[in-house]
Structure formats: C-alpha cells, structure tokens
Nanobody
C-alpha cells in the first residue's frame, strides 16, 4: 500500500518562505505523478503544482506566478514544494497526492486521477 506523508507546514509572515516535503513509500515504479493541492476553509481543493517523477516535468497553477517551485529527489522518494513570497491568501491545508500513469510524462491538472493522498500539512500566512 503506497503512502504519502507530508511535513514542513507552519506559520509565517507575508513575504516569507516555507518548504513542504512529501515522502512517498510503496512505489516501485517512477512512472507516477505527484502533486501538491491546497484547500482553504470554505473553498474547493485546488492543484498548486505537479511533477512527473520519472522525467521531472513540472506544471503550475496560474496563481503560483513564479513564487513556488516543485521538485523531486527520487533517491529519497520525496517531492518538495518551495514556497516564497507567501501571501495571506496562500493560507490553507496543503496536501500531497499521487497517481500511477503511463502517459509519457503528462500529469493531469484535474484532481480526478489522484487516488493516493497524504494527511495534509497546514500553512498559515499572516499579514
């Protein structure tokens, strides 16, 4: 049973930085997508960024605006989300998610195929 475990959330002032980590266990194949989603109170869960673990191809939601970077360390089976220039509107629970794919590197921007989720880590940005 594959599992995802996030860490790295916390409280920070606007303009600050945080790095989230997600350790994936149980995946024997690198042909899977991992993504960071977030959900603020009263809002739908939305994708922040995704990465194809085999090639490292990445994509980002428009609201990231170059402030966040998703990366991976396959040796550690870990995906990171480096967040900079944080804004109060970035306050949310951040979730790591994954799904196996043989798409050749394309990771869905939809939440639908992501079938493995971590427990979430909270990020709070104060003004």
């Amino acid at each position: 049973q594959a599992q995802l475990v996030e860490s790295g959330g916390g409280s920070v002032q606007a303009g600050g930085s945080l790095r989230l980590s997600c350790v994936a266990s149980g995946y024997t194949d690198r042909r899977y997508c991992m993504a960071w989603f977030r959900q603020a109170p009263g809002k739908e869960r939305e994708r922040v960024a995704s990465i194809y673990m085999d090639y490292g191809w990445t994509s980002y939601a428009d609201f990231v605006e170059g402030r966040f970077t998703i990366s991976r360390d396959n040796a550690k089976s870990t995906v990171y989300l480096q967040m900079s220039s944080l804004k109060p509107e970035d306050t949310a629970m951040y979730y790591c998610a994954a799904y196996l794919t043989h798409s050749g590197g394309y990771c869905s921007i939809s939440i639908d195929p992501y079938n493995n989720w971590g427990q979430g880590t909270r990020v709070t940005v104060s003004s």
